[in-house]
C-alpha cells in the first residue's frame, strides 16, 4: 500500500506507520544528544507514570524521562489499533515504536492500552508498578478527551470547546489550500461548560493521585505535573475565557490541593506546567488558532526561539523539575515553560500583523509550510527520512 494522507476538515484521518515510528526515533535522538551536554542531576526521575502517553506533550515527556533520564515508564492511552489494511491512529504506532526503542535499550516498559479514566485503568496500573518493581516518582497527566464516565455514577460527560456566552467568530485557513475560512463557535450553556470541566478539569488527576497514595506506590518526594495552556489575549474568548480554558483552570486549583497532599503523605509537590501552544490534532478546528500559531511560528523561528514538544519538555525536565533545586514556579505556583511565546516582543509583533493577513500574503507573513509539516508529522506524515513512494505492506505494524 502507498499511504497519503486523508484530511477532511482540517481533520487527519490516517497515519503512516513508518512515519510515526520516524518521529519517535527522531525525538529519542534530539534527547540522547541534550543529555551528553549536561551534567547528571543528582535528583532525577527513576519510574515514570505518562497517563496520556501517545502523542504530544505526553509522548514527549515519556521519551524524555527514558531517553534523557533512563527512567523505567508505564505509559496509558487510548488508542485504535491498526489492522493489515486500515490504519490505527498515530498513538498506537508511536507507543509500539517507544516500547520498542526502551526494550532495545534495557528499560523496562509497559504501555496499556484503554479508558484512563476509569477505576479499572488505576488497578492496572497498581498491579503494573508492583509487577516491574518499584514505585513512581513522577507522575505526568496529559490527557485530552472529548469524554469521560465517571467511575462511581457512570454518567458520560462530554467536552466541548466553546466560548461562554455570546457565539465567537474567528478567521483560520484550510490546511490543505492554504485559503482563508471563517469559523463560527457557539456559545457554550452552562451545562456544557460543566461537563467539560468534569471532563478536562482536575477532578480525574486527583482520582488517580488518591488512588495511588492509597496503594502505597508513590516514592518519598514524588512529584506529579498536569499540562495547560494560556496563550494570547486574542484567543482568551475562544479558549482561556471559554469552556476549556474553566476546565484548566480548574485543573490548576487541583495542583494545590494535589500539593498538600502530596507534602503530608510522601513529601511530594503537584504542579501544573503552563506550555507553548502547538499544532495538535485537534487544533486546526478551532477559530482563530491556525492563523495565530502561523505567524506565531513566524516569528519565533526568526528570533530562534521557536520550540516543538520535545524541545518544551526537555526544558521543563532539565531546567524546571530537575535542577537540584526548588522548582521555579510563578506568584500563582504556576511552572512557566510558554515564557518564549509569550515574550511582549513577539506577542506585539503577531497583534500587529494579524489583522493584515490575507489569503494573498499568509505564506509570506505567516509560516504556513512549518504548520502544515507539523500538522502532517504527529499523523507520520512528512517526516524526514521516510519514502512515501514506498510500499507498506501491513497496516498493524511499524
Known amino acids: 500500500m502507498i499511504i497519503k494522507p486523508l484530511i477532511r476538515s482540517n481533520i487527519c484521518l490516517n497515519a503512516h506507520p513508518v512515519g510515526c515510528g520516524k518521529e519517535v526515533e527522531n525525538q529519542i535522538n534530539y534527547v540522547r544528544a541534550q543529555a551528553q551536554k549536561r551534567s547528571t542531576p543528582k535528583e532525577?526521575?527513576?519510574?515514570?507514570?505518562?497517563?496520556?502517553?501517545?502523542?504530544?506533550y505526553g509522548l514527549a515527556s515519556r521519551i524524555t524521562a527514558a531517553f534523557e533520564f533512563g527512567a523505567n515508564t508505564i505509559g496509558v492511552s487510548f488508542e485504535k489499533e491498526g489492522t493489515e489494511v486500515k490504519s490505527g491512529t498515530p498513538?498506537?504506532?508511536?507507543?509500539?515504536?517507544?516500547d520498542r526503542a526502551a526494550t532495545a535499550a534495557g528499560?523496562?516498559?509497559?504501555?496499556?492500552?484503554?479508558?484512563?479514566?476509569?477505576?479499572?485503568?488505576?488497578?492496572k496500573v497498581i498491579d503494573?508498578?508492583?509487577?516491574?518493581?518499584?514505585?513512581?516518582?513522577l507522575i505526568i497527566y496529559s490527557l485530552a478527551s472529548p469524554v469521560r464516565t465517571d467511575p462511581v455514577t457512570g454518567e458520560l460527560y462530554r467536552s466541548v470547546l466553546k466560548p461562554l456566552g455570546e457565539s465567537y467568530v474567528g478567521n483560520s485557513f484550510d490546511i490543505a489550500s492554504g485559503k482563508l475560512c471563517t469559523i463560527t463557535a457557539e456559545g457554550a450553556n452552562?451545562?456544557?461548560a460543566r461537563q467539560t470541566v468534569k471532563v478536562m478539569g482536575g477532578e480525574d488527576w486527583e482520582l488517580w493521585i488518591s488512588k495511588l497514595s492509597e496503594a502505597g506506590v508513590l516514592s518519598k518526594g514524588c512529584k506529579t505535573v498536569a499540562y495547560s495552556y494560556i496563550g494570547p489575549d486574542l484567543s482568551h474568548a475562544i479558549y482561556r475565557d471559554g469552556t476549556i480554558g474553566g476546565a484548566k483552570k480548574h485543573l490548576e486549583q487541583t495542583s494545590n490541593k494535589l500539593n498538600v497532599l502530596l507534602q503530608q503523605k510522601v513529601g511530594g509537590e503537584a504542579?501544573?506546567?503552563?506550555n507553548k501552544g502547538l499544532v495538535t490534532r485537534s487544533s486546526g478546528v478551532i477559530p482563530v488558532i491556525p492563523l495565530y500559531l502561523s505567524l506565531l511560528f513566524k516569528i519565533m523561528k526568526a528570533k530562534r526561539t521557536h520550540e516543538g514538544c520535545i524541545e518544551q519538555i526537555d526544558r521543563l525536565f532539565a531546567e524546571r523539575l530537575y535542577t537540584d533545586g526548588p522548582v521555579p514556579?510563578?506568584?500563582?505556583?504556576?511552572?512557566?515553560?510558554?515564557?518564549?511565546?509569550?515574550?511582549?516582543?513577539?506577542?506585539?509583533?503577531?497583534?500587529r500583523l494579524m489583522p493584515s493577513v490575507t489569503e494573498?500574503?499568509?505564506g509570506k507573513l505567516g509560516d504556513l509550510e512549518g504548520y502544515r509539516h507539523d500538522f502532517l508529522a504527529i499523523n507520520g506524515f512528512d517526516v524526514k527520512g521516510v519514502d512515501y513512494t514506498a510500499d507498506v505492506p501491513r497496516m498493524d505494524t511499524i
Open 44 to 56: 532525577k526521575p527513576k519510574t515514570v507514570l505518562v497517563l496520556g502517553c501517545s502523542t504530544g
Open 91 to 98: 498513538g498506537w504506532y508511536n507507543n509500539m515504536a517507544f
Open 107 to 123: 528499560l523496562k516498559t509497559i504501555t496499556l492500552n484503554g479508558d484512563a479514566f476509569s477505576n479499572a485503568m488505576r488497578q
Open 128 to 137: 503494573a508498578i508492583k509487577e516491574m518493581g518499584g514505585s513512581f516518582d
Open 190 to 192: 452552562a451545562e456544557e
Open 271 to 274: 504542579f501544573v506546567s503552563i
Open 329 to 351: 514556579v510563578d506568584e500563582k505556583r504556576l511552572i512557566r515553560i510558554d515564557e518564549l511565546e509569550m515574550d511582549p516582543e513577539v506577542q506585539n509583533e503577531v497583534a
Open 360 to 362: 494573498e500574503n499568509l
